[in-house]
T-cell receptor, first 112, second 113 residues
Framework: GQNIDQPTEMTATEGAIVQINCTYQ??????LFWYQQHAGEAPTFLSY????GLEEKGRFSSFLSRSKGYSYLLLKELQMKDSASYLC?????????????FGKGTKLSVIP | EPEVTQTPSHQVTQMGQEVILRCVPI?????FYWYRQILGQKVEFLVS????????KSEIFDDQFSVERPDGSNFTLKIRSTKLEDSAMYFC???????????FGDGTRLSIL
């Protein structure tokens, strides 16, 4: 199977910036996605990268380096409502099919 | 904003019984997916569906599972003979293209007794 690694938990202060890292295996790579998941709720799409570089979307940015098998999600001006799990998901293509594999998620706690 | 809808939100079933989980994907999406998430664990891919056939399935998606698109709007997941370990949240998702962002429904919480 495909391995995706991200930190289990992180804590950050309201108003601050936090970076959540994700590393993955590169075989058949076709897109990296970030989702937010509040406890007991569905994953909500945040951002995705297909090519190397930074994608910015308001307070959220995502970076990708395909050669390093590495991505990060950057959250700026943290708010209490940003407390959630952040899921790194990698798309893999092969033999005419496509599959999205999720990491275990990083539980972010935002404190006052 | 268009969204994926799932019914029921919670299903309680006796072990060995059949269940059908229903989903209405976003109307102009062509790719449909089912995932499951056991409590406290990661989201796991079950199956993808395109052009009225399964395009990919995981090891979890064994002979007890099946999917169907019975009409132009619904997409269903059937578990023929449920086991205790099938208890999980089941999410349906859809996307406009196979490498495009997938949008998730609110999920069905399946509890097997």
């Amino acid at each position: 199977g495909q391995n995706i690694d991200q930190p289990t938990e992180m804590t950050a202060t309201e108003g601050a910036i936090v970076q959540i890292n994700c590393t993955y295996q590169t075989s058949g790579f076709n897109g990296l996605f970030w989702y937010q998941q509040h406890a007991g709720e569905a994953p909500t799409f945040l951002s995705y990268n297909v090519l190397d570089g930074l994608e910015e979307k308001g307070r959220f940015s995502s970076f990708l380096s395909r050669s390093k098998g590495y991505s990060y999600l950057l959250l700026k001006e943290l708010q209490m409502k940003d407390s959630a799990s952040y899921l790194c998901a990698v798309g893999y293509s092969g033999a005419g099919s496509y599959q999205l594999t999720f990491g275990k998620g990083t539980k972010l706690s935002v404190i006052p | 904003e268009p969204e994926v809808t799932q019914t029921p939100s919670h299903q309680v079933t006796q072990m060995g019984q059949e269940v059908i989980l229903r989903c209405v994907p976003i109307s102009n999406h062509l790719y449909f997916y089912w995932y499951r998430q056991i409590l406290g664990q990661k989201v796991e891919f079950l199956v993808s569906f395109y052009n009225n056939e399964i395009s990919e399935k995981s090891e979890i998606f064994d002979d007890q599972f099946s999917v169907e698109r019975p009409d132009g709007s619904n997409f269903t997941l059937k578990i023929r003979s449920t086991k205790l370990e099938d208890s999980a949240m089941y999410f349906c998702a859809s996307s406009a293209g196979d490498s495009q962002p997938q949008h998730f429904g609110d999920g069905t919480r399946l509890s097997i007794l």
